[in-house]
């Protein structure tokens, strides 16, 4: 899992000089920013994604196996926001699946 101290070593490689400058970048205010970081479930890809494009770096997500081959993933974009955003998750993607129509095949 990221955490706060993996996005300051990047911040430093990359010259941002503080996590106010970041949260900047991210149309964040700093409160903001430091409460996203301090969430108990963790950064999601998309705020993965999002501090990446404002660190001027890549975020990659993929599946991996033993061999260190990568069987799925890759390098994720900011434009690929929309589509992450749309997706409904936790209890919703749950509730969408129950309603989704039947295949009457």
Not at 30 to 56: E, V
Not at 68 to 75: D, E, I, K, R
């Amino acid at each position: 899992m990221i955490k706060h101290k993996e996005i300051n070593i990047i911040r430093a490689l990359k010259d941002i000089k503080s996590d106010a400058e970041l949260a900047r970048r991210l149309n964040l205010t700093p409160a903001n920013f430091q409460s996203l970081l301090n969430k108990k479930t963790g950064l999601t890809q998309a705020d993965l994604i999002r501090i990446a494009d404002a660190l001027g770096v890549r975020y990659v997500s993929a599946f991996i196996d033993e061999n260190g081959q990568t069987l799925a993933g890759g390098v994720c974009d900011v434009s690929e926001l929309e589509e992450i955003d749309r997706k409904p998750t936790g209890a919703a993607a749950h509730k969408s699946k129950l309603n989704a129509p039947k295949d009457t095949k």
